[in-house]
């Protein structure tokens, strides 16, 4: 106990430890109930900003971790002391933005809860990597355990669940029900605010995309449907999504386009085939500043945001009996000058005497008192806000007033709405009206736009989208439509980021609302894993004043987590991955301790031979085992290309792998290396080969059979191969043979073509071949452990990387009851000669390989099978 107060704080007089005064420490930063702990190096930080975003008063203080590992040697001081000082506050709850703090560790139990004992105060704290969304909400994307995400630790108490979203918005616990998965030809899957449905063949999001960024609505679930790049959510799959959620769910149902295209039209369809009504909104959500709960932009079909559309979202409406369908009602808008959703319906009368209409299509001004159904109907367009004027506004006396007004109104939309606005005449314009259009593009900013085709504009995107669908429905990709295509616009902004909200406790917090200009982009922050302190990554959405909203992360590497560990000494990891796509949260990733109070974590053992296992796609030609000539194996570390094209092939089971990934980085940050950022794909890319048997479509004859198509998958493990520790001793493989083969003769080399499963012999608990198969007996020199991918880092198990080479020292015949076997070393890398090991090192080689199987562990079935190429000794 002296050393745990000595190494957390003040309150023991022995002077705390330091960072060498030469290199950056942790230091504290005090942001009104909310602090940061970070580099002495560090300068601005998009943490900051966003860390000014979460709700926080005295009763429930927030403590962020962003700590480098060359600053991390003092950061279990600096922790200890603000622990203790808060807790001398007696608050309701500190939140700790660790990321896996509250994961399992073993007996020792999770870091949160030792800080908890220590320091007598209750904490919150995650389980895996956390994730900062605009608005100030916390959420877990991928926890440790089932059920969990966000913990509540009181001294002496059982740890309690609290769901993946922080403050819990009031439909949690009854989507929580829902489980992801298949839904016909989409997967569902949890998001921030809410639900993701997306063709199954696309990639799961990730912070920084837009999925992420979406604000949480405290009272409705959000559905979000698709993503950019991919081909449209089939209605049928919507309707039985929504079927499948729980009537309190399901009764506060709000539909989000995320994947560019405007979805009145599929809402409309599932209304139809559910017999109820939907709400939908034009575009996606975004947390807001102050002035209102939440902005919303239109998303194009590559991601980009573009305008702020006045009329924000729509109730639709299943058709009547007769077949004919109400139109949509609108259900929020905003408009300059006027509160959003204020009066009876999405108009502004002007001071002229015409009157502003919000429409899905921009903006619409008349003077009559009703807006025409075409007008109504024309569907939003991510190229361009269009203003369309009537033909009545732009004759007679009032005509400048008219226009005026118009160009008042214009003035006080949002820069992105304005930077996208286009003005329209009516499709009849006399060359007088035309010319006195240009005129006031000009003069107010605007873009002309060619002359408005009554009707044509929903009937068009209409038939593109339902093209799109017989495509789908035919097994081709649905091409966006065209507008959609026109004028891309640069991701370079950032974007919008929300306000902090104002309450403080775990209850449903009403979220923040429009996007301000300058904000803070998406960051990473670091965090434990099974020895790393804690990592946040931020996804914030903020708009400049001339730019689309996109997210930019910025990287902070990660620390260990005995650098905050109450029993242990600091250490400094190497630095974790650091994701390159853009964020719209930040995410923290860290520590995963265990707790006997709750579920088991998801188990990284491999999967034996003969058990089932998740099918994947399988590529082309991935299941045809013939053998082909050896290719020049992938070496080094993977590249952003070779792991976006991974994540890609393997995307069915991409989520199976990816928890059990980062609960192993986090109870081992050096597996992350020098390579952060590709460490998470490297190491799926190693636990999907070991879960994989030798037949499946990532098993190791579809690897040696075409290693082009798989080159991608490959290239990381044999990445994710060189972050596994080394490992000395004896390694067995196991032969099918009667007898050891003619060709296995001294100074033979025999040369795998894809990675090799051997058997630790000294470890504990291994196992040995059956006596009647011919044993291999290796000597390695990079053979790596691949138990530390398993869910306790104990085991066996390891691994030649594909193209390793081993040289035949001698043969040993069966007799005396003893296997046959075979005795080999590694061939050093570059093909030299062998060092001659000295007859008593042999000696010990062949007594580990003629032990006799009497062991109760059975043999891996994966350990068995021949080393394909063979090399005839020279002459």
Known sequence: MPELLRRFGRRDPAPPRTAPAEGPRTVLEDLSHRYLLRSSAAGESDVRDLLRELPADARRPVVVVDVPPDAAGNLGEELGALLGRLGDGE???????????????????????????????????????????????????????????????????????????????????????????????????????????????????RPGDPAYAAAAHPGKVSVLLGVPRA???????????????????????????ADGREAVTLAEDVCDLLGTELEVTVG?????????????????????????????????????DDGSRPDPEPTGWSLPGAPAGAGDEPALLLPSGARAFAVRSGLWLGKDSELPREIGRRPADARALRVTVDAACLTGRERDAHLKGLAALLAGLDAPARAYAEIAGPADAAPEVVALLRKFAVRTGLALAPPAETGTAETGTAETEAAGLRETETGMTAAPPPAAAAAPVATTGRTPAA???????????????????????????????????????????????????????????????TACSPQ??????????????PTAGVTVTGLLPSSGARPPAASAQPAPAGTPRTTVRAPATAAAPAPAPLRPAPTGLSGERDRHAFRELAADIWEEHSGPVGQALIRLPALRSSGEEGANADLIAVRLYLSSGPDDPFGARALAADPDLLRPYAVCLASGLRRLPALRGTLIRAVPQ???????????????????DVVHAEARGAALPPDALVRYAIRPVTARRTSVLTRDGDGAGALFAAGTSFTVLARRERGDGSPARVLLAETPAGGGPVREPSAGALEKLDAAARRSAAGETPWPGRCTGPLRLYVPPAS
């Open 91 to 205: 608050p309701l709850a500190v939140r700790l933005v660790l990321s896996g703090a509250a994961a399992p560790a073993g007996e020792a139990g999770p870091l949160a809860q030792r800080l908890a004992d220590a320091w007598r105060i209750t904490l919150e704290a995650p389980d895996a990597a956390a994730v900062l969304t605009p608005g100030g909400l916390l959420y877990v994307s991928e926890p440790a355990t089932p059920g969990g995400g966000w913990w509540r630790f009181v001294p002496d108490a059982a740890p309690e669940a609290l769901g993946i979203r922080l403050p819990a918005p009031r439909w949690q616990r009854a989507l929580a029900r829902v489980p992801a998965g298949r839904v016909g030809a989409c997967v569902a899957r949890p998001v921030p605010a809410g639900m993701l449905l997306s063709p199954a063949d696309a990639a799961a999001p």
């Open 231 to 257: 081909a449209p959510v089939p209605a049928d799959d919507l309707a039985t999504l929504l079927a499948g959620l729980p009537a309190d769910a399901r009764s506060s149902v709000r539909l989000v386009p």
């Open 284 to 320: 996606l959500p975004l947390s807001g500043d102050g002035t209102a709960a939440e902005s919303v932009r239109v998303l194009s079909t590559e991601g980009e945001f573009t305008w702020s559309p006045p009329l924000t979202a729509l109730k639709c409406f299943p058709a009547r």
């Open 499 to 561: 306000r902090p909200a104002t309450a403080s406790s775990p209850e449903p917090l009403p979220v923040a609302a429009p996007v301000r200009a300058g904000t803070a982009a998406a960051a990473p922050l670091p965090g434990p894993a099974p020895d790393s302190a804690s990592a946040v990554s931020t996804s914030a959405v903020s708009t400049a004043e001339s730019t689309t909203p996109s997210v930019s992360p910025a990287v902070v590497p990660s620390v260990s987590r």
């Open 568 to 581: 242990a000494a600091p250490a400094t990891p190497a630095a974790p991955a650091v994701p390159t796509a």
């Open 738 to 756: 009667p007898g050891i083969p003619d060709d296995a003769v001294p100074g033979a080399v025999l040369t795998c073509d894809a990675p090799l």
